[in-house]
């Protein structure tokens, strides 16, 4: 069974169960500035999971693309990738606990066709000094649904994942762990919750593909049990039961709108359909597989931290140029960039041409055209992106290489190290093995060491940055952002219908805009600009927002977008009209803004400048 075969069943089963099918999200989240990426289903259904009234309704399903930027270190063993796809559905203030762990164990069983002999389940053990118990009633769900299949299963209690290297199986099926395992929040286990945050307890699905494939050697003298990464076990899916709030007392009470989250991993079920823990095995990621074993003629058995390295960073980097984000030195174009450039790394390690990096990306984009059309209608634009960042990273390599020549000493001390890291790009690993073929020794405490400062310094710039558009949602930052649509609209008044969006970054200090525009915007024209946001923020335009079919709003020449991929099938449309209708600003947005200009303050430009080609910066205030 393909994984688009997987994929296509789940979506199907959950509309049977009367299940709205919404498309994914962007890799790039709207208007979010907590993070640079989508690294989960749930994270654009975050504002309906809190109370807002989502458009198609209770009961929704979806396939969200998501990319983890933390993992990309991680890639290499049989189960880590950057890109993945999260099988989704959720209950908003629906269904609950009995429908959603029959529902998702009837899929497994009955459509993917997984033995229900080797599912393993974990449910919330309780946390007695939060007055949160343990969740029994899914235990009982779970042990009737065992029973349905003829298998008696048992429950046992674990705790946390140490405890289970000592306690191991004791012949459970279904197991409880503390909620370092099986709690979820945005903010992590209930004790770190603010107040006013959601959670609850989740039930975990492992599928255990026998004890031959526990091979982790960290885990050689521990005894096994499913929430661990002995190898053995894999966990396929997570219901989670959002029904508590923290309270200011640091006490939880019940809300009054329970709702359902789950994610399952497509390529994770997918390869417990096949019957191998190895995610690369599965058609997904395997169809590259067997083009690179074409190209260099080696054998993915005898190469597999390469051959994964290779496939993994190629799919993510597809999938994000799809979305409009190209390599580049800062945020997520940087993620891209880092993705080619280790690609190309490894490929030269398996003896791979230079250049055809991109034909790998063909057929990444075969095998998803079907479901992720973009990738087809921007085929062109990938490849053609991939194959410039290869060959502009083999330049470096160049100079890299150049620069290595000119170190005399035999031992490398770590600023030498990070200096061709970070400054002409040298791959760490490639520095340790021309090194080594120069009869050199490296510093790699004193590498890490530097590279510790570098992260530190990154990590306090990032807290200045937005990192999704906003800076955070406070009154002045909504003001900002209500004014960047005002000042879109008078650019586009001023200058033609050529401008559009190119990127903001808005603080609650003032705003930065990109657009699109050829030359230098005179004085004169920017002073024009300038009267026409005042003018509408004095006279107090009213700002409404209404949601629209994504395609028919695309054909009303009234609303002014960019980044039109990155939006749902449905979407927000916020207009500012004035009080005889007087249409000021039609534009696609995710929000927030204010009901009314009046108010905001007087917008003030204070600089217009170039930042790349074809694109203009102006910086402004409100007073």
């Known amino acids: 069974m393909s994984g688009e075969e997987i994929r296509s069943k789940y979506l199907e089963f959950f509309k049977r169960h009367d299940h709205a099918v919404i498309p994914s999200s962007a890799l790039v989240p709207e208007n979010d500035p907590t993070t640079l ?79 229900p002999q080797r599912i393993y389940v974990s449910v919330f053990a309780g946390d007695e000094s939060l007055g949160i118990p343990k969740d029994d009633e899914a235990v009982a769900i779970w042990k009737e649904l065992f029973l349905e299949r003829g298998i008696e299963a048992h429950d046992v209690f674990i705790g946390s994942e140490e405890d289970g290297y000592e306690k191991g199986m004791q012949g459970g099926r279904i197991f409880y762990y503390d909620a370092a395992k099986n709690w979820w929040s945005r903010a992590g286990k209930p004790s770190k919750m603010p107040v006013g945050e959601i959670g609850g307890p989740d039930s975990e699905v492992f599928y255990d593909f026998g004890p031959e494939y526990a091979t982790h050697p960290d885990f050689k003298d521990k005894e096994p049990h499913p929430n ?18 923290k309270q200011e007392d640091g006490s939880f009470t019940k809300l009054p709108q329970r709702n359902v989250d789950f994610g399952g991993g497509l390529e994770r079920i997918a390869a417990a359909r096949v019957g191998t823990p190895d995610v690369f095995k599965v058609d997904l990621l395997w169809n590259v597989i067997e083009q690179i074993q074409t190209l260099s003629g080696k054998k993915y058995e005898d190469n597999l931290v390469a051959f994964r390295v290779v496939t993994d960073h190629i799919r993510g980097a597809t999938f ?47 095998t998803y055209k079907g479901h992720y059309t973009n990738l087809r209608e921007k085929q062109n634009e990938i490849i053609d992106a991939i194959g410039k960042e290869e060959e502009q990273f083999r330049k470096t390599l160049e100079r890299g290489l150049k620069e290595f020549e000119k170190i005399k000493e035999s031992h490398i001390d770590g600023p030498t190290v990070a200096l061709l890291f970070t400054t002409y790009g040298f791959p760490y690993e490639l520095i340790l093995e021309v090194a080594k073929e120069s009869g050199k020794t ?23 940055k937005f990192k999704g558009g906003l800076a955070d949602h406070s009154e002045k930052v909504v003001q900002y952002h209500t004014a960047t649509h005002l000042l879109l609209a008078g650019l586009r008044k ?99 803004h204010v009901q009314n200009t009046k108010g905001i303050g007087t917008f003030k430009i204070q600089k217009e400048e170039a930042v790349a080609a074809g694109i203009r910066r102006i910086k402004a205030t409100l007073e």
């Not at 661990?228 to 709030?245: A, K, M, P, R």
């Open 37 to 115: 990426f989508t690294g989960s289903g749930m994270q654009p259904l975050v504002p309906y999971l809190m109370g807002e009234v989502h458009p198609k309704g209770t009961r929704l399903t979806d396939s969200q693309k998501c990319f983890r930027a933390e993992d990309i270190d991680e890639v290499g063993d049989n189960r880590h990738t950057t890109f993945f796809e999260m099988l989704g559905n959720w209950s908003l203030g629906d269904y609950f606990k009995k429908e959603q762990l029959r529902w998702f164990f009837t899929f497994l069983v009955d459509e993917v066709g997984l033995d």
């Open 228 to 245: 661990s990464d002995s190898g053995q076990f894999l966990e396929i899916g997570n219901s989670v039961f959002i029904e508590y709030i």
């Open 320 to 366: 994000m140029i799809g979305d409009g984000i190209h390599p580049g030195n800062t945020e997520q174009p940087y993620f891209v960039r880092r993705l080619v450039r280790r690609a190309v790394r490894y490929a030269d390690m398996l003896r791979i041409p230079a250049g055809e990096l991109k034909n790998l990306s063909r057929s990444v984009i075969e």
């Open 442 to 464: 490296v510093d790699e405490a004193g590498f890490k060491e530097e590279m510790q400062k570098h992260q530190e310094l990154s990590r306090a710039g990032a807290e200045h």
């Open 494 to 592: 001023e200058l033609g219908d050529h401008v559009h969006q190119a990127g903001s970054n808005i603080t609650g200090e003032r705003l930065r805009f990109d657009f699109t525009h050829g030359e230098k915007v005179s004085g004169d024209v920017l002073r024009k600009v300038e009267v026409f946001v005042n003018d509408v923020i004095q006279k107090g335009a009213e700002v409404t927002m209404e949601i629209r079919d994504k395609e028919e709003a695309r054909k009303d020449p009234t609303i002014e977008a960019s980044f039109w991929e990155r939006y749902p099938d449905q979407v927000k449309v916020y207009s500012m009209t004035g009080e005889n209708g007087e249409l000021y600003s039609r534009e696609l947005c995710g929000g927030p």
